[in-house]
T-cell receptor, first 117, second 110 residues
Framework: DTGVSQDPRHKITKRGQNVTFRCDPI?????LYWYRQTLGQGPEFLTY????????KSRLLSDRFSAERPKGSFSTLEIQRTEQGDSAMYLC???????????????FGPGTRLTVL | GESVGLHLPTLSVQEGDNSIINCAYS??????FIWYKQESGKGPQFIID?????DKRQGQRVTVLLNKTVKHLSLQIAATQPGDSAVYFC?????????FGAGTTVTVRA
């Protein structure tokens, strides 16, 4: 257990429905990241927050995706009008802030596996 | 685009032998290179990292080698154990972003 928790662990939904996932990072970490991982592939970066500010969004994050971190603690990732191509594992990670030239380990949660029927 | 990838998708190792997992990268500007281990049903778990100005770094039973001339990264696991069975990813870090390769599945034979 890394200290990062995600809820739910599994979600099955029908195409066109909206889903929301939650991530609770390690409490002293001010950075929070979302990644998507499809079967057999490495995680792909989606977006990240420093405190409550969303600082970067990947091209993978279409208009149907939105992420929030309202109080700089937990974060939610919402997918509207889900499509079958959204089926994947959604991973959350957290870390301390790092400047260029230093690396602070990203601790990953167990992920939420989404299946869109 | 630039990416980090692994040479082999699978590796089968006899318990007690040493394992070597390889990775090729293309972004010379990356600050750090990291190895993660992912077991079934879990998120990636940090193993070891190496800064771009280093050639070698050792941890507990693991060694990471970085060859910047040929843009190659490797992870050596000493005395492989059944608990080492997992998918191993190399990743490169540029400040906030991790870019992962496709992974190598390591299976340890008893």
């Amino acid at each position: 257990d890394t200290g990062v928790s995600q809820d739910p662990r599994h979600k099955i939904t029908k195409r066109g429905q909206n889903v929301t996932f939650r991530c609770d990072p390690i409490s002293e970490h001010n950075r929070l990241y979302w990644y998507r991982q499809t079967l057999g592939q490495g995680p792909e970066f989606l977006t990240y927050f420093q405190n409550e500010a969303q600082l970067e969004k990947s091209r993978l994050l279409s208009d149907r995706f939105s992420a929030e971190r309202p109080k700089g603690s937990f974060s939610t990732l919402e997918i509207q009008r889900t499509e079958q191509g959204d089926s994947a594992m959604y991973l959350c990670a957290s870390s301390r802030a790092s400047g260029r030239g230093s690396y602070n380990e990203q601790f990953f949660g167990p992920g939420t596996r989404l299946t869109v029927l | 685009g630039e990416s980090v990838g692994l040479h082999l998708p699978t590796l089968s190792v006899q318990e007690g032998d040493n394992s070597i997992i390889n990775c090729a990268y293309s972004n010379s500007a990356s600050d750090y290179f990291i190895w993660y281990k992912q077991e079934s049903g879990k998120g990636p778990q940090f193993i070891i990292d190496i800064r771009s100005n280093m050639d070698k770094r050792q941890g507990q039973r693991v060694t990471v080698l970085l060859n910047k001339t040929v843009k190659h990264l490797s992870l050596q696991i000493a005395a492989t154990q059944p608990g080492d069975s997992a998918v191993y990813f190399c990743a490169e870090s540029n400040d906030y972003k991790l870019s992962f390769g496709a992974g190598t599945t390591v299976t340890v034979r008893a």
